[in-house]
């Protein structure tokens, strides 16, 4: 929890830049907020004249000095009117501005988000990145419309009823002047109290969300480990901490109601007494005192509405220093300046003395090196099968062919270009990848396919299909090509999500295709067909196979095994057999059995 504070709670910007640029994306909506400024400072103007008509109806039937009732009621149906009026331009005007703003910063958001590098997401947690979105934007949303709403109507206010305060009654506002602000510092005092336990609420109750995320998320490996009643508890503790802070806030809560309450029964009980005197002297007439008696009412209600803004206020400065960091961040990797599109390659890969280090989350720092003066040149065409123990930085080498991560030194070069200097989208293109486990994507399988080339015909999404072995079961799915597959779709087997993952990479035809195969091994009849579906793909391209199979071993035209990042051996399956070496070694120990998988993860 205290890491994840840290990272939603980055250092704030200057506040001044934040309001700045938040002020930025109101720009194009000026005219909506003209419009929206205008209703408000009628609807407060006229919220003024409201305690002067009533105080004129007190007088009316105490028979003191007024306006005839008709010229009132029609004063006040006025008011009335014009208050509704401005209240509805001022709500459809502000709420319009309110909801393009966070559409617009949402979407500016995103768009950010798919330019970062991978490490920016392997480095922060999926529901962090979601909030800033969501939850952030939203609080954004409230500031830039109902507190700053708020904020003009309570000035207006305020000005405004203290200066007819000093009209109705001078004697009377001296004393209002004193007591009403001391009610609304007690109130404020109570209130930040108030807000701090709340804080503490939030985040017990985050405590046991992330604990709740956690067990759904990995709700196999909780079942697996019959860890039910560990979880139960971790949640219990969690939850129970939650009802705890809540309690206490509770307390608070319990106690100021009733403490203001009566502070506030004090006051007008002496503004009463003293009014009472006033109007039995002659000083002031009933109405008037009435009238005096809202107005103060006002002072209180808008002093009061800043205090809680202040809180939303601070709230939502978080929340644009948040979205603002995440807008402000650099990518990583990113294309250089003068980058040019790669060419339509052979397909020739080759790792030039290159050395490697993930960075660290928590200090940008380099962690240890995972790839040392790692050289390797693959020709195009050619099937090299990466194999060694676990960690040894198999899955490191190959995300760098599409540029993942920047090596430190040496470079990575594909048909002589160094893949900085070329476009990424370009080099993407010509390279496939296809992963231990396939995501798919809610839509329809077709769609699903059609993410490997979004412009395939139905024809050719087929096609692919069928070279991938997956049109036969797809025929069999209720719906066909149609069936809906993702999160709330129907649930494909590990095999053929495999085989979708074939028949996106065929329709996509890159030059070179990286292939993580799955440790877990498939049913024999399930086996073939993926192993056939994959020898069409690999035909004919440059492919680079983390292996897991000796049936991949011995089809390989060259086994490179890495071990802590270095080539320790290269060759066929026959010729490193015959050298009894590390790969023999593994082939003892792992590879005996044919289909057992050689590096364990
Ligand atoms: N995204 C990452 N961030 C930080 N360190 C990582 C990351 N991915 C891998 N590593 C580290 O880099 C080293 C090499 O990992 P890599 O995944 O490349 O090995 P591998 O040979 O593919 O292993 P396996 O066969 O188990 O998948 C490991 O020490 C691992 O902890």
Not at 98 to 118: C, F, H, I, K
Not at 394 to 401: E, H, M, N, Y
């Amino acid at each position: 929890m205290r890491l994840r504070l840290q990272l939603t709670r980055p250092p704030a910007l200057p506040e001044g830049a934040s309001w700045q640029r938040l002020l930025g994306y109101l720009r194009p909506y000026r005219g909506w907020m003209a419009v929206a400024l205008i209703a408000m400072v009628i609807g407060a103007g006229l919220g003024l004249v409201m305690p002067l008509a009533i105080g004129q109806i007190v007088n009316l039937i105490t028979g003191d000095q007024a306006l005839p009732i008709a010229q009132i009621a029609l004063l006040l149906g006025l008011v009335a009117i014009g208050q509704a009026v401005a209240g509805l331009i001022q709500t459809y005007s502000l709420t319009f501005v309110g909801e393009r703003v966070v559409t617009d910063l949402r979407l500016a958001a995103y768009q950010q988000l798919q330019r970062l590098d991978l490490a920016f997401f392997e480095q922060r947690r999926t529901g962090e990145i979601t909030s800033r979105i969501t939850n952030d934007v939203t609080l954004i949303q409230t500031t830039v419309t109902t507190n700053l709403a708020t904020l003009l109507q309570g000035v207006i206010q305020l000005v405004g009823a203290v200066v007819l305060m000093i009209v109705v009654s001078w004697q009377l506002s001296g004393l209002a002047l004193v007591l009403v602000p001391t009610l609304v510092a007690i109130a404020i005092v109570f209130g930040r109290w108030l807000r701090r336990i709340s804080t503490t609420v939030q985040d017990r109750l985050a405590d046991a969300t992330s604990v709740l995320e956690e067990t759904v998320a990995g709700v196999r490996v909780v079942r697996s480990f019959g860890r039910e009643p560990y979880e139960i508890e971790r949640f219990r503790t969690a939850i129970e901490a939650t009802f705890a802070a809540a309690m206490k806030r509770a307390r608070v809560r319990a106690l100021f109601q009733p403490a203001m309450s009566l502070a506030v029964w004090a006051v007008l009980i002496g503004m009463l007494v003293i009014g009472g005197y006033l109007v039995s002297a002659g000083l002031l007439t009933p109405g008037d005192l009435v009238a005096f008696l809202f107005y103060a009412g006002m002072v209180a209600g808008s002093m009061g509405a800043f205090a809680g803004l202040f809180g939303q206020v601070q709230e939502a400065l978080g929340a644009v220093t948040r979205v603002f960091e995440l807008l402000d961040q650099q990518p990583a990797v990113a294309d250089a300046p003068d980058a040019i599109p790669l060419p339509p390659v052979q397909g020739r890969v080759e790792f030039r003395e290159v050395s490697f280090a993930y960075q660290r989350a928590e200090n940008g720092q380099a962690a240890p090196v995972v790839l040392r003066n790692f050289s390797l040149a693959i020709e195009p065409g050619e099937m090299v099968a990466l194999v060694g123990p676990s960690g040894a930085g198999k899955s490191t080498i190959v995300s760098l062919i599409p540029r993942f991560y920047d090596v430190q030194s040496g470079s990575v070069l594909i048909d002589g270009y160094d893949v900085r200097r070329v476009q990424m989208r370009s080099l993407r293109e010509q390279i496939g990848i296809v992963p231990q486990e396939t995501l798919l994507f809610s839509g329809s399988i077709r769609d699903n396919i059609r993410y490997g080339r979004l412009e395939a015909s139905d024809a050719e999404v087929e096609a692919a299909a069928r070279m991938a072995n997956a049109h036969e079961f797809i025929c069999q799915l209720p719906e066909g090509y149609d069936t809906p597959v993702g999160e709330r779709g129907v649930r494909l087997s590990g095999g053929q999500r495999q085989r979708i993952a074939i028949a996106r990479a065929i329709l996509k035809d890159p030059r070179i295709l990286i292939l993580d195969e799955a440790t877990s091994s498939l049913d024999s009849e399930s086996e073939r067909l993926v192993q056939e579906a994959l020898e069409r793909l690999m035909a004919g391209r440059t492919s680079i196979v983390i292996a897991h199979r000796l049936s991949t071993v011995q089809r390989a035209d060259r086994i490179v095994v890495v071990v802590a990042g270095e080539v320790v051996e290269a060759g066929t399956h026959r010729q490193l057999l015959a050298r009894g070496g590390m790969y023999a070694r593994l082939y003892e120990l792992q590879f005996q059995a044919p289909m057992l998988p050689i590096a364990a993860d």
